[in-house]
């Protein structure tokens, strides 16, 4: 929706045609799980602008539309209304694909029951919702409430920290050793630190092997250790590019299984574009191409697709990887390449890790924080950093992801003239020492 309503704001001659298998289109993903903890009260408090709104703005947005089948040769799309099972032939001019990605779901016993949940969508946000009001309904006996979340990446610990706020006795199951398996290990293990400080019960080292029932309920989460109950269980396992509607289209996909564009996000056949979680772009530091499912991405390669189909010039430059969560009161954020990223991609790297005050020890409200930094050996090029803290600590990712987007030098950035007053910051940031203290290891 981003490039359709980017193409019309640029021209009024287009007849833009949008088709939807659901019933939204422009809402705000990265809000559901602050609707499911009760922070935002409506799920209508998402929702940017509805397919009427859209319809007012000249865009011919059909709901409940589901493309099966696109013809680059002809030069059409096969779309079934889902109302009734009918399809229709739609020709094009412009094809921009914006398929999304798909959670991983495994083929698991037990794993289609009732009460175990993926959370893409909002309307999947809003049966979460209404599952967690039901389990409400029945804590009146006084029996425990308990929630299970399958996975510890970013959606994983946000609706795990939903469920806390929730109220429920909330445990988190991973696979791998630490959660956050994007952050080196000393700093997923302060994430793990912070889980188990907000009360949530963890099992790490322990993959799913099956979903137990009872009358096709889900009643626990069964893994090599054992069993871990529960009314009701989130599915935060991942996402992959959704890009099989492409691939049979004869669009080219590339090794992270996500279409492959161009810096233009113009995909393999000519007059075909493609943004946003289904494609795979370029990591600006390590130069590989990645599939990283973030909004921010989507939107800005949304409108650099919506440029350059309505006749414009506009450029895509790639990615770094920032992200930002949070736990209830702790704070994580990452940009660029972690340690052994950074070693996996050829680098020489050196890394330096301090922990510091978000503000001047004398002020109140100061709190922990740690900042990693890696560099590469010699040059002192910035290649990433990583963020753990409390209120104030984690937004600092972004003066490091603007310094690693631009290939600046640790010892660069640590001289940088960055903002400085007692309610804000030590006089000395914490990301500056540890960018010093970086540029001192990558001297050795």
């Not at 967690?132 to 009146?140: E, I, K, N, Q, W």
């Not at 795990?160 to 000393?186: I, K, N, Y």
């Not at 090029?381 to 003066?399: N, S, Y």
Request: with cysteine; proline share 5%; glycine share 10%.
């Amino acid at each position: 929706m981003s490039a359709a309503a980017l193409a019309r704001r640029r021209r009024d001659d287009l007849e833009i045609v949008c088709f939807e298998r659901g019933d939204f289109t422009s809402y705000a993903a990265c809000g559901i799980p602050y609707y499911v903890a009760g922070l935002v009260p409506s799920a209508d408090d998402l929702v940017a602008r509805t397919p009427e709104e859209h319809r007012a703005h000249g865009i011919d947005v059909r709901t409940r539309h589901e493309v099966v089948a696109i013809d680059t040769a002809r030069r059409i799309v096969r779309v079934r209304r889902l109302e009734d099972e009918t399809e229709t032939d739609e020709r094009f001019d412009r094809l921009v694909i914006a398929t999304g990605a798909t959670p991983i779901r495994p083929a698991l016993p037990g794993i289609d029951a009732l009460g175990v949940f993926g959370v893409q969508t909002l309307a999947d946000g809003m049966a979460v919702h209404a599952a967690v009001d039901a389990l409400g309904d029945s804590d009146a006996v006084g029996a425990r409430r308990r929630a299970v979340v399958v996975g510890g990446g970013y959606i994983g610990l946000e609706l795990a920290e939903a469920l806390v706020l929730r109220g429920l006795d909330v445990a988190l199951v991973e696979a791998a050793a630490q959660p956050m398996s994007t952050l080196d290990p000393d700093m997923g293990a302060l994430v793990a630190d912070a889980l188990g400080n907000v009360g949530i019960e963890l099992h790490l080292d322990e993959p799913v092997e099956a979903f137990e029932t009872d009358g096709g309920h889900v009643r626990g989460v069964l893994t090599p250790a054992g069993l871990v109950p529960a009314d009701l269980v989130i599915l935060g396992l991942g996402v992959r590019p959704n890009a099989t509607l492409a691939s049979d289209a004869g669009i080219a996909i590339g090794a992270t299984h996500g279409i492959v564009t161009d810096d233009h996000m113009a995909t393999s056949i000519a007059g075909v574009y493609a943004a946003g979680d289904c494609v795979e772009t370029h990591h600006r530091v390590s130069g590989r191409p990645v599939a990283i499912a973030l909004g921010t991405h989507a939107n800005k390669q949304g409108r650099v697709a919506a440029i350059n189909a309505s006749g414009g010039d506009a450029t895509f430059p790639g990615v770094v990887g920032t992200a930002i969560s949070k736990i209830c009161k702790y704070e994580v954020a990452r940009t660029g390449l972690n340690e052994s990223e950074a070693l996996d991609a050829g680098f020489d790297a050196v890394a330096a890790k301090i922990e510091g005050e978000t503000r001047a020890h004398y002020y109140p409200g100061s709190t922990p924080i740690h900042v990693k930094v890696v560099a590469e050996r010699g040059s002192g090029r910035l290649l990433g950093a990583q963020i753990v803290g409390e209120e104030g600590a984690a937004k600092r990712v972004d003066v490091l992801a603007a310094a690693v987007w631009m290939a600046m030098s640790a010892e660069e950035f640590a001289s940088l003239d960055l903002a400085y007053a007692p309610p804000f910051a030590p006089v000395w940031d914490p990301v500056l020492i540890a960018a010093r203290k970086a540029a001192e290891a990558a001297t050795r």
